[in-house]
Nanobody, 116 residues
């Protein structure tokens, strides 16, 4: 499975961005998916996750109420709608696909920069 993120960029604090993650290949074997982020000098952290059918989601406390994860299985695409962005949201955002047995596939990342 290949994952390609898009939608990152530079935005002012309080603004919005929508990230997309397009999956190709053996997408039927994907169980759950998620968005992670990594800021300079920090560890990669989970931002939001979603199950294969989209029926269950989870969020990091720092983004609850501001970010929304969703997926369109017909388009093999996952999204992250980010509202009320803060400078501390600045990071490289990565798409992740989880397979049976715990195997993971990662995208190349997309930069999100929030200016104050």
């Amino acid at each position: 499975v290949q994952l390609v993120e898009s939608g990152g960029g530079l935005v002012q604090a309080g603004g919005s961005l929508r990230l997309s993650c397009a999956a190709s290949g053996s997408t039927a074997s994907i169980n759950a998916m998620g968005w992670y982020r990594q800021a300079p000098g920090k560890q990669r952290e989970l931002v939001a996750g979603i199950t294969s059918g989209g029926g269950s989601t989870n969020y990091a406390d720092s983004v609850k109420g501001r970010f929304t994860i969703s997926r369109d299985n017909a388009k093999n695409t996952m999204y992250l709608q980010m509202n009320s962005l803060k400078p501390e949201d600045t990071a490289v955002y990565y798409c992740m696909a989880l397979f049976a047995g715990g195997l993971r596939s990662w995208g190349q990342g997309t930069q999100v920069t929030v200016s104050s």
